[in-house]
T-cell receptor, first 112, second 114 residues
Framework: QQQVKQSPQSLIVQKGGISIINCAYE??????FPWYQQFPGKGPALLIA?????SEKKEGRFTISFNKSAKQFSLHIMDSQPGDSATYFC???????????FGTGTLLAVQP | EPEVTQTPSHQVTQMGQEVILRCVPI?????FYWYRQILGQKVEFLVS????????KSEIFDDQFSVERPDGSNFTLKIRSTKLEDSAMYFC????????????FGPGTRLTVL
């Protein structure tokens, strides 16, 4: 119940394309869903986050789509750039816990 | 921009030795966390700390682990007797006035146990 499932494990996208990463959760008490970006040798950095009272949040080229009934959320990176090449983690938070539950990560490679 | 700092960046130790990983959270934050990431795997929660006490810990955080906020700025993770499987990247994080605020992560300490 505490797991967050993330797919795909890795993703190769051409420059200018759309990158889509999906996550699913089971615990309906989760009420905060951040996405973190991690470059090699660095700590995770918050990219964008959403709460379940909205179905979509957009910040620049990054959009989270949230489907509360399906308990799924996804990250869309529009106009993907080589600088976006990193590992992306979805996470969930809420309920009786104050810890972030991370997905397994997606290694994104954007080819020039 | 304020940031979480961690020292050392890399720690090599022999199995059975004690290590202390140090973190300086963002100065006005109230919630502090340790996470770890075994190479190539996901980030896993270890422990959260608020108001000078542990608020939550995972099953990984056994009696070999302890945390301390010895003064107003540092937050430490001690592993009393390291095992080979403790080799990982350890991240400190902090968040502000509410635990729902963004958790800011430090750059991590790579712990290698030989």
């Amino acid at each position: 119940q505490q797991q967050v499932k993330q797919s795909p494990q890795s993703l190769i996208v051409q420059k200018g394309g759309i990158s889509i990463i999906n996550c699913a959760y089971e615990n309906t008490a989760f009420d905060y869903f951040p996405w973190y970006q991690q470059f090699p040798g660095k700590g995770p950095a918050l990219l964008i986050a959403i709460r379940p009272d909205v179905s979509e949040k957009k910040e620049g080229r990054f959009t989270i789509s949230f489907n509360k009934s399906a308990k799924q959320f996804s990250l869309h990176i529009m106009d993907s750039q080589p600088g976006d090449s990193a590992t992306y983690f979805c996470a969930a938070y809420g309920g009786a816990t104050n810890k972030l539950i991370f997905g397994t990560g997606t290694l994104l490679a954007v080819q020039p | 921009e304020p940031e979480v700092t961690q020292t050392p960046s890399h720690q090599v130790t022999q199995m059975g030795q004690e290590v202390i990983l140090r973190c300086v959270p963002i100065s006005n934050h109230l919630y502090f966390y340790w996470y770890r990431q075994i190479l190539g795997q996901k980030v896993e929660f270890l422990v959260s700390f608020y108001n000078n006490e542990i608020s939550e810990k995972s099953e990984i955080f056994d009696d070999q682990f302890s945390v301390e906020r010895p003064d107003g700025s540092n937050f430490t993770l001690k592993i009393r007797s390291t095992k080979l499987e403790d080799s990982a990247m350890y991240f400190c994080a902090s968040s502000g006035q509410s635990s729902y605020n963004e958790q800011f992560f430090g750059p991590g300490t790579r712990l290698t146990v030989l």
